[in-house]
């Protein structure tokens, strides 16, 4: 009974079964009878050895008794166990499954080709050849969108110039427009003529077309601001830049003709009055005239 032993005995339990009566003077033996008075505490030290280890493994398998019932109350049962019996059987079947990286298991490599089970025996074991990386292909850029003065070529741009200056200064007498606004508009429209507008429909200043009923041959769809855009198509590129000439001689651009020959007031005029979305259209303008000497054109 735990770890002393306790028990309770007479003041006459001392003496020994068989021992003389005084009364009588014979020997009897005598049933030791306990009284509530007095007890015998037996100490581990005096016990013996095999006794004291019984003893110690009885409160140590108490202890862990104990402390697994607090366990599983306290975690819902989680260590108990089957349950842990349960988790690793879970745990194992898992792993056979999937595999340590997710990718060699039974599942994830039955879709693999067989070749994918083979491994090398050779002391190249471990230097596989990099897979080669798809390229990625580059978007396309809009064709139809006006462009800076550092992404035109200067001989292309020159050749340009020429070839139209004579044109630019005849428009300008008739209608008003300044001759380096109209070479640096069909610049940055045509890409110096070279544009996909410029060859296919000889549309150097990227005008489109917002007539529903308009003719066949009247213009071509072109992927600008939206898919479905579309662009007038010219029998010649004179005939574009006569378009244009008419196109801010009249309408809402009829206002920039205040502004005479200043080639700034008109590029900001422009912007403005919304002839493009480029949010930077006036400063590309500006650029490419002072950059050629455009304004030569205008006296």
Not at 55 to 67: D, I, T
Not at 238 to 259: D, F, I, P, T, V
């Amino acid at each position: 009974m735990g770890k002393n032993k306790w028990y309770f005995e007479t003041e006459n339990s001392a003496k020994q079964p068989g021992s003389a009566s005084p009364n009588t003077g014979q020997t009897r033996s005598k049933k030791t009878s306990y009284a509530p008075s007095t007890f015998v505490w037996e100490s581990p030290e005096n016990m013996p050895l095999p006794k004291l280890m019984r003893l110690v493994w009885l409160r140590l398998r108490r202890s862990w008794v104990a402390l697994r019932f607090q366990a599983n109350r306290w975690s819902f049962g989680i260590f108990r166990r089957k349950t842990v019996v349960q988790l690793c059987i879970l745990a194992g079947t898992g792993f056979l499954l999937l595999g340590p990286d997710g990718e060699t298991g039974l599942l994830t490599s039955a879709s693999s080709p067989a070749s994918n089970w083979a491994r090398e025996t050779t002391l190249d074991v471990g230097m596989e050849e990099e897979k080669p990386k798809k390229a990625k292909t580059p978007r396309t850029k809009n064709e139809a969108a006006p462009v800076s003065a550092s992404e035109l070529l200067s001989q292309q741009s020159i050749d340009y110039i020429e070839r139209y200056s004579k044109i630019a200064i005849g428009e300008m007498k008739q209608y008003g427009i300044p001759a380096s606004i109209s070479l640096a508009q069909g610049l940055i429209e045509s890409r110096a003529g070279t544009s996909k507008l410029a060859v296919s429909n000889n549309n150097h200043f990227g005008m489109k077309c917002f007539s529903k009923n308009c003719k066949k041959g009247h213009c071509s769809n072109f992927t600008d601001d939206t898919h479905k855009d579309f662009f007038r198509k010219f029998p010649s590129a004179w005939e574009s830049w006569r378009a244009h000439s008419q196109l801010l001689a009249s309408g809402r651009y009829a206002k920039l003709k205040r502004h005479g020959r200043d080639y700034r007031a008109w590029a900001y005029g422009l912007k403005s009055v919304g002839y493009a979305t480029d949010r930077t259209y006036a400063e590309k303008l500006i650029g490419i005239i002072e950059r050629y000497d455009l304004h030569k054109y205008d006296r």
